[in-house]
């Protein structure tokens, strides 16, 4: 059965070209591992990513989105409980391979879930007035990569 895109409402349009660059550093970690890149080469870039996209991301999402379904929404206790997850990965310090590795996985599920089912249920309640606010709270979070180190293009 062939892929059919996920048609999101525009106003969280931009959220997801957020989670499709999620993915694409689920991605690269991926790459540099196969391509036996330095471990500390990918953890800088993921750090990067973390700062300047990630974590922006996460703060719009649980100030401005999953405030539509409310905290004690099973969806979104969900959603929170993997941003938190995510966050002690990006920062853990004692074994670098294994968070990268662990970073590579659950950042690629808690997308795909977000994208799947919790922005799903999130369309299905909010007001056209909610949808709108968010997409203003996002107006200024452009992607924008800044990064000269592509080890993920590197020949095997």
């Known amino acids: 059965m062939p892929h059919v895109p996920i048609k999101r409402h525009e106003c969280l349009q931009p959220l997801s070209r957020d989670h499709h660059h999620g993915l ?7 790459e540099g591992f196969k391509r036996n890149v330095e471990v500390e080469r990918i953890k800088q ?6 700062v300047h996209q990630l974590s922006p991301h996460f703060e719009l999402e649980e100030r401005s989105v999953f405030p539509i379904l409310g905290n004690d929404h099973e969806s979104v206790k969900r959603a929170l409980a993997e941003h938190r997850r995510l966050r002690r990965l990006f920062v853990d310090m004692k074994d670098i391979t294994r968070a990268l ?3 590579e996985e659950e950042l690629e599920a808690h997308i795909r879930f977000e994208e799947r089912v919790l922005f799903k249920e999130i369309e299905a309640m909010a007001t056209l007035q909610m949808l709108t606010d968010v997409a203003l709270m996002h107006a200024d979070g452009e992607y924008n990569e800044v990064w000269e180190d592509e080890f993920w293009r590197m020949p095997r």
């Open 45 to 50: 870039y993921a750090d990067w990513f973390f």
């Open 101 to 103: 590795h662990l970073i």
């Open 24 to 30: 694409l550093l689920s991605w690269k970690i991926r």
